[in-house]
């Protein structure tokens, strides 16, 4: 039985993904608001904020908002082949039904190809996309062409560090106000966290799940937080072709450079391949 299931959760309470939960996004109501209007106004927007800051969170909110007023494409490019087509993607079974006014959603976009960036300037600039929403930790790292610059301008959504009541709203929320971490616990939580929610969640499942296995006993937070790190370090593996740290899918542990595997189930698959031989994943071009 999972830590979680003992404290009468049916599924864990500090899930991260914005896919996987429906929790509020806390802290973010002027950018949900500005993130909206963009869109509406046909408009090219670039999100930029540290890795869990919420940027994802906030194209959930967008895909929420006009899931039934208009097809949404949604691309994490931290989740997709190097070879992605944005062409193709368009294509296939969007524009043969419904070849104006779609919303193009970019998450991740470090890697975007110039080749990409050409066709996404075509597209939104013959009215097939309707806007363009990119996010990045960094823009000036990305290898946009200058023609999407022109159309991004001035239109940069920054993404600060949670307050400290945001933060304090967002894990009592997520707990269903229960005192076994309390408001002075959280707020020495979100400093050892950096401000940032997705690893103030993080810590607080450590925290919570350490109270819970040791008779909620919290002793230093700290220090039960240190330690729980160095544990996951200790698990962490490398690739031994380029010594990258390797990512665990399931049960596989898999090189996000040197192997070509599917992000469902970590099966090695081949670069033609267009489903995974195993659990029968579909994969985007």
Sequence with gaps: MEWYEKEGFD?????????RHNYALEGQDKNKEELL????????????GKEGSGKTALLKHAIDNFRGKGKVIYVDGKKVSKRLNIEKLLKRGVFRKTPKGMILLLDNVQNLTKRNCERIKFYYDQDYLKSVV????????????NSIRDRIGKRIMRVKEIAKNDAVKMVKDRIGGKDTITTEDIAKLLMLSDKNPKKLLQNSEKLYAYIVKNNKEKGDIKRIISTLKQEEKKEEE??????????KIKDNWRCPSCDTYCMKCGTLVDETDTVCPDCGEEFEE
């Design 11 to 19: 599924s864990n309470p500090f899930e991260t993904d914005p896919f």
């Design 37 to 48: 209007y963009r869109i509406l106004s046909g408009d090219m927007l670039l999100i930029e």
């Design 134 to 145: 990119f996010t990045t930790e960094n823009y000036a790292s990305v290898s946009f062409t």
């Design 238 to 247: 490398r690739c031994f072709e380029c010594d990258g740290k390797l990512a």
